[in-house]
């Protein structure tokens, strides 16, 4: 039993090797760039706008909502990146009710790219905001004593969200392949519905926790902010 797309390879030459995450990770985003292309290339600003431009419309509001929710007041700079994240890893998992298809979230080095990714704009966006020493002033606080803490917080989240999508992803695989082997067709199709709303739902924890703590690295900046804005208020 193969508990993760990286034991299929195709091809290998080497340490160099092309293996089933790789082929439908790159298949993934080509559907993805193709769909946003196709869905994007005739956009109106009058009533009449087409179906696909309403549910894009739907989509981008409600993440913009999500995340001036979560604590960023400009959506629009962090929602290419958060909404990117969560748009693949939602896509991915929904495919999975496709035949003979498995997730490439289904496999650690995905969702580590992934957790990678979040750990890299975590302080991209936190110095775009408050500055390199502003920033690293936040790994200080609240006293220069909790600096080790506060960088092996940094590294073990990370290890988290890698982790917490693998494991969701490739147990609701494994369980429903194990029915499969054991139960009539009807517990199977139940389990594989399960797991779509599994990996739904671990594609909005995913982006949540990734907006919070982009939202934790800008929080200095976004609170000088109110305070110079509110005087002018006044």
């Keep these: 039993m193969k508990l993760s797309p990286d034991q299929t390879i195709f091809w290998q030459h080497g340490f160099i090797h092309i293996d089933l995450t790789l082929v439908t990770t790159w298949a993934l985003m080509a559907l993805l760039s193709v769909a946003s292309w196709l869905i994007t290339r005739r956009l109106r600003a009058d009533i009449r706008i087409s179906r696909w431009q309403c549910l894009l419309e739907m989509l981008v509001t409600a993440m913009n909502d999500q995340i001036r929710e979560v604590g960023l007041n400009r959506?629009?700079?962090?929602?290419?990146?958060?909404?990117?994240?969560?748009v693949f890893i939602a896509v991915s998992n929904l495919c999975g009710i496709l035949p003979g298809y498995t997730p490439p979230t289904g496999s650690l080095s995905t969702t580590t790219a992934l957790a990678l990714c979040v750990f890299i704009a975590v302080p991209f966006f936190g110095i775009s905001e408050n500055g390199i020493g502003g920033y690293l002033k936040?790994?200080?606080?609240?006293?220069?004593?909790?600096?080790?803490?506060?960088?092996?917080?940094?590294?073990?989240?990370?290890?988290?969200?890698?982790?917490?999508?693998?494991g969701n992803i490739m147990s609701g695989g494994l369980i429903v392949t194990i029915l499969l082997g054991l139960t009539p067709f009807f517990f199977p199709v139940v389990m594989n519905a399960l797991g779509l709303l599994t990996g739904m739902i671990q594609a909005y924890i995913f982006g949540v926790l990734a907006t919070v703590y982009i939202t934790a690295a800008t929080s200095e900046n976004d609170g000088s902010a109110k305070t110079k804005e509110s005087p002018q208020k006044k």
Excluded: D
């Excluded at 004593?145 to 693998?166: C, D, G």
């Design 75 to 86: 959506p629009a700079k962090y929602i290419g990146f958060i909404g990117t994240l969560f």
């Design 138 to 166: 936040s790994y200080l606080q609240p006293n220069f004593i909790m600096l080790p803490i506060n960088v092996i917080s940094e590294i073990s989240r990370t290890l988290a969200l890698a982790v917490r999508l693998f």
